[in-house]
Every structure is written in C-alpha cells, then in structure tokens.
C-alpha cells in the first residue's frame, strides 16, 4: 500500500483520481484550498464522496502556503508519491486575474517541489500540465518531442513552467518526476467553466449557448476515467532517465469539431441548442489533437470512451446532481 499525496483532492480531476487509488487499497492524504473559481459546493460534493473511504484524510491548504505545505513533511512523513494535481485552471480567466495563475500554477509548483525534497521517502512526483503548451502549433497531432515555447495564454505560459521546473528540480535533486499534459478532460462532477457544463446548462435552461471562432473548432475530448487511468499508469513509472524527468499526452488521440460535441449533447438531451456563433476569443486555439504514442509504449496508455458514451454520462449525471 502506497501513501499518495494529492493535491486538488476537491478538484475534478483530483477527485476522482484520489478514489481510484482509495479504491485500489492506496491510503491518500488531499489537499484542497476549495477557492471560489467556481461553485464550492460541487467541491464540497466531491470531497464528502472521498471521505467516507477510511483510507483519506483530508487537510484545507493552499499549495503556496510554504509554511503549510512544508509542514506536511513532518505531519505525513511516510508519503511516497505526490500527484500534483492543484492549480488555478481555466485559459479564459487567465486574462483577468494573471496574479492568481502565478500564484497557484508557479509558486505552487515550486512549493511543492521543495516539499517533495523534504520528504525522505519520496518515489515519484506526478504533476499536471496542459495541452495549452503547444500554443498555436499546425503540426497534427501534438507531440511531446514538438517545440513548445510559444505559448498562446498565460494560463499555458504557467503550465510550462510548470514543466520546466520539474525538469529542473529532476536534474538539481534527483527528484523523480512526471508531467502529464492533460487534453480537454469531460465527464462526471467535470468543471462548471467547461464546455460540456456550459452547453448542457445553457441548453437545459433553453438560453443560447456561445460558440467561439463559428464553430470552426477541434478538441481532442478525454473522458475523466481515461484520464484517471493515465494518471494511475503514469505515477506506478517512476521514470529512470537522467535526469529522471518525463512528459507524456494524455488524450483521447481524436480531434473532434466542437458541434458534433455540441450534437452529442443535444442528443442526449433530445433538445436542439440555440447557437450564437462568436470570433475567437483572446488566449483560445482552434485545434488540439494527441500524439499518444508514448503514452501507449510507456504506460500501456488506451482510451476507450468516445463522445459518443461520455456525453450521454456526463449529462445524467448532471441530471442526477441538479434534479433536472
């Protein structure tokens, strides 16, 4: 049995990674600073779902609290791994509050790497980067070999760094680390910013839903227990290169356009969606699309859930969650 610390434990993808690993007998300690981003009480949902398990405990930090993450070194001295998973999420926001992605995404990388140098039985340190960092590549699909230093959005200059302080970190310490580049993740308790929430509310609701650049967009759409399953597959590699850093897509390894998506919802539905095409909007891409071709050679790496299966999921459990 492995202790795991998780960072994000109220998060999406947090969530649901710490209850695979409490589901396969893992003891998981969570942090969560539980922030208003979006709706605490969907967190709060998520969290009360992982503390019935007697496997987790549960600590409210914020990852760029020096004094308190650092503190976890001495209070839970037996963790081996680190799933990093905490970070102020979102392209769009990032051009409001810029502060809050430094914070979160930067200094919460770093404290979390000095803490990762604190404790003496660490293993393995998994974090969460972004498909974001490929930017405004033309080169389909994205590769982990590809240039990445061109980004389109802070939010993606943070992810990078992010990268860059793992490889370092790696290189300096002999830190053993793993960056995952996660590609537009969908599917229960998902994010209430994100497409597949936006659209089955606004169409729920009868309201008009905004479609960006007209509809000209492509996403590679990960179902979460794909994601999860990468995730898993990724922190049980401890990589053994020099340094002993590595990156990997985790994605669906399909680029799908924006309103078949749009259509899947409306299917499950059995509603039509009230469309209002928009330009593109500042920090956005059109197009992104997994090279999992390390993915699968490393880490036995296959998603296997379509949009076709994940859609109809998502929306009940929305259903389910709002009564609807």
């Known amino acids: 049995m492995a202790t795991i610390l998780v960072t994000g434990a109220a998060g999406f993808i947090g969530a649901a990674t710490a209850q695979a690993l409490l589901s396969r007998g893992d003891a998981v300690i969570g942090i969560d600073n539980l922030n208003s981003y979006y709706d605490v009480s969907l967190k709060q949902a998520r969290l009360d779902a992982l503390t019935v398990h007697p496997g987790f405990t549960f600590r409210k930090l914020d990852v760029a609290d020096r004094d308190g993450v650092l503190k976890l070194a001495e209070d839970f001295a037996g963790i081996d791994t680190v799933v990093h998973l905490a970070a102020q999420a979102g392209v769009r926001y990032s051009l409001i509050d810029p502060y809050a992605y430094v914070t979160s995404n930067v200094m919460g990388q770093v404290v979390m790497l000095e803490l990762a140098r604190k404790l003496k039985g660490l293993k393995h340190f998994v974090y969460a980067s972004s498909s974001s960092v490929y930017g405004s590549n033309t080169k389909m699909p994205f590769a982990v070999e590809d240039p990445v230093e061109k980004p389109n959005s ?45 659209f089955t509310k606004a169409i729920i609701a009868g309201e008009p839903i905004k479609v960006f650049n007209r509809g000209e967009m492509w996403r590679d759409f990960t179902y979460i227990d794909d994601i999860v399953n990468g995730v898993v597959r990724a922190l049980d590699r401890v990589p053994t290169g020099t340094p002993p850093h590595t990156i990997y897509n985790l994605g669906n390894h399909k680029s799908e356009k924006l309103t078949d998506f749009i259509g899947e919802i409306e299917r499950a539905l059995q509603r039509k969606a009230v469309m209002q095409m928009e330009p593109m909007q500042p920090g956005d891409v059109e ?33 389910d969650f709002y009564g609807v």
């Open 154 to 198: 802070l939010y993606a200059a943070t992810k990078r760094a992010d990268e860059l302080f793992g490889h370092t970190y790696a290189h300096l310490y002999g830190i053993p680390s793993t960056g995952l580049r996660f590609f537009t993740v969908y599917g229960p308790w998902g994010r209430p910013d994100m497409a597949a929430f936006l």
């Open 287 to 319: 197009s992104t699309y997994a090279d999992i071709t390390a993915s699968r050679r490393d880490l036995g790496f296959e998603p296997t859930t379509p949009i076709s299966v994940g859609v109809p999921k998502f929306v009940d459990w929305y259903k």
